[in-house]
């Protein structure tokens, strides 16, 4: 049987839309029917149904929904297995990362790994700090680079590199003359905020309910998906953020200044998790062992790599 059907099939009971499945997988909406018309015709049911809008499983759906699901992970597994059987110099890793990392840090390590390890095929999926946790915690990925911290019984990691969190301004802005500045002189500020999940968003909400300061009492004007997309925003003058000092090792480049945080607590760590299991394939403890061994070098690579970036 295809295992592709089954894929599709989980992607649309979870978008509950066919044309988002569609754009997901780089196929056509019809196509996407075709399949599900495909399954309904080989199982003699129908899976799918319409509620207003969206796309509701039947019961017989949502029973296929959950084996699909363990089928696809399943032959995850077993691809995974076999390649235990593989010199480490071949195989796959999957990767997760948070968006400071996963922008700022990792293209420039992976291009490093891939270097010197051409066979290994390498994927990496940017998402907020929350999801990498939870894809971690199911063993969709192999490794996560997160901004924080979350327990979970599922995952083991490290502590890897060290962030600071900055202040950033336009450069015109009254602000912009500072060279450190408080949390306090920024509540009466309009605020650009990071996304919920997000682990700089986490990291400044810490910041500010340590010092008694309510979210609820900042003029927080919008929230941004990105750290670029809130970049942007402060340089066209929206307003202000706190971001990692990762985001602006360039920032002389654009519209933007950037001010030092003067609060003893505006460090966090970035970590390093992955499933907690007594077996790895030996692809992905190589990994782990290389981002062990770059923790003091990695300022010195992405900036050297930046650089060289930028001037072409």
């Known amino acids: 049987m295809n295992l592709n059907l089954f894929k599709t099939y989980v992607r649309v009971v979870e978008t509950q839309n066919l044309s988002k499945t569609a754009e997901d997988f780089g196929i056509s909406q019809p196509a996407v029917t075709k399949q599900i018309q495909n399954l309904e015709d080989l199982f003699g049911v129908l899976l799918l149904e319409r509620s207003g809008r969206k796309l509701k499983p039947t019961e017989a759906g949502e029973i296929l929904y959950n084996y699909a699901k363990d089928i696809i992970k399943a032959v995850d597994k077993t691809e995974r297995a076999m390649e235990e059987l593989a010199d480490s110099r071949r195989g796959s890793l999957y990767l997760g990362a948070s968006t400071i990392p996963g922008q700022y840090i990792m293209p420039y390590l992976i291009k490093l790994y891939k270097d010197k390890f051409s066979?290994?095929?390498?994927?990496?999926?940017?998402?907020?700090?929350?999801?990498?946790?939870?894809?971690?915690?199911?063993?969709?990925?192999?490794?996560?680079?997160?901004?924080?911290?979350?327990?979970?019984?599922?995952?083991?990691?490290?502590?890897?590199?060290?962030?600071?969190?900055?202040?950033?301004?336009?450069?015109?802005?009254?602000?912009?003359?500072?060279?450190?500045?408080?949390?306090?002189?920024?509540?009466?500020?309009?605020?650009?905020?990071?996304?919920?999940?997000?682990?700089?968003?986490?990291?400044?909400?810490?910041?500010?309910?340590?010092?008694?300061?309510?979210?609820?009492?900042?003029?927080?004007?919008?929230?941004?998906?990105?750290?670029?997309?809130?970049?942007?925003?402060?340089?066209?003058?929206?307003?202000?953020?706190?971001?990692?000092?990762?985001?602006?090792?360039?920032v002389e480049m654009r519209n933007i200044k950037a001010i030092t945080l003067d609060e003893v607590d505006a460090h966090r760590l970035f970590y390093i998790i992955y499933p907690r299991q007594k077996v790895r394939r030996k692809s992905v403890n190589n990994f782990l062992e290389y981002l062990k061994t770059l923790k003091d070098s990695t300022e010195a690579i992405v900036t050297a790599n930046g650089h060289q970036r930028y001037q072409g």
């Open 119 to 250: 066979a290994i095929s390498v994927s990496m999926d940017i998402a907020d700090t929350e999801k990498i946790f939870s894809r971690i915690g199911e063993r969709e990925l192999d490794i996560g680079i997160v901004g924080g911290w979350i327990n979970n019984r599922k995952i083991d990691g490290f502590p890897w590199l060290e962030d600071e969190l900055v202040v950033v301004v336009p450069a015109g802005h009254k602000l912009a003359v500072y060279q450190e500045i408080g949390l306090k002189n920024l509540v009466n500020e309009r605020w650009i905020f990071r996304e919920k999940g997000s682990g700089t968003r986490k990291a400044i909400e810490g910041l500010l309910a340590a010092r008694d300061i309510r979210k609820e009492d900042l003029n927080i004007y919008m929230e941004a998906g990105s750290t670029e997309a809130v970049l942007a925003m402060v340089e066209s003058g929206v307003g202000i953020s706190i971001v990692s000092r990762w985001a602006i090792k360039r």
